[in-house]
């Protein structure tokens, strides 16, 4: 089994800042793509931004010099840096994580955490 703790949401006004993060736990052999995915009331889940175990990060174009994702793989831990925050980043954001295990990739879902940008 594996477990994906997410923990940073919660309440900034805008142009403030989060820090979210995603560690995961159990049976893990090797983390491929790690990611945050968001979703707003009413909206389809999207995807924010993903990063290889390379490290190479990948991001939608609305949050591009705001958010920076990163990753300690030593930790099993993403992180998502959320800078100059609007009220359109409102949303309960989820980590993702591919594993790999026996030349299969499976993936895991965090249990979500909500971000509110109000003033």
């Known amino acids: 089994q594996v477990q994906l703790v997410e923990s940073g949401g919660g309440l900034v006004q805008p142009g403030g800042s989060l820090r979210l993060s995603c560690a995961a736990s159990?049976?893990?052999?090797?983390?491929?793509?790690m990611g945050w995915y968001r979703q707003a009331p009413g909206k389809q889940r999207e995807l924010v931004a993903s990063?290889?175990?390379?490290?190479?990060?990948n991001y939608v174009d609305s949050v591009k010099g705001r958010f920076t994702i990163s990753r300690d793989n030593a930790k099993n831990t993403v992180y998502l840096q959320m800078n100059s925050l609007k009220p359109e980043d409102t949303a309960v954001y989820y980590c993702?994580?591919?594993?790999?295990?026996?030349?299969?990739?499976?993936?895991?879902w965090g249990q979500g955490t909500q971000v509110t940008v109000s003033s």
């Open positions: 993702n994580v591919h594993l790999a295990r026996a030349g299969l990739e499976y993936a895991y």
């Open positions: 159990g049976s893990i052999f090797s983390i491929n793509r």
């Open positions: 990063i290889t175990n390379g490290g190479s990060g």
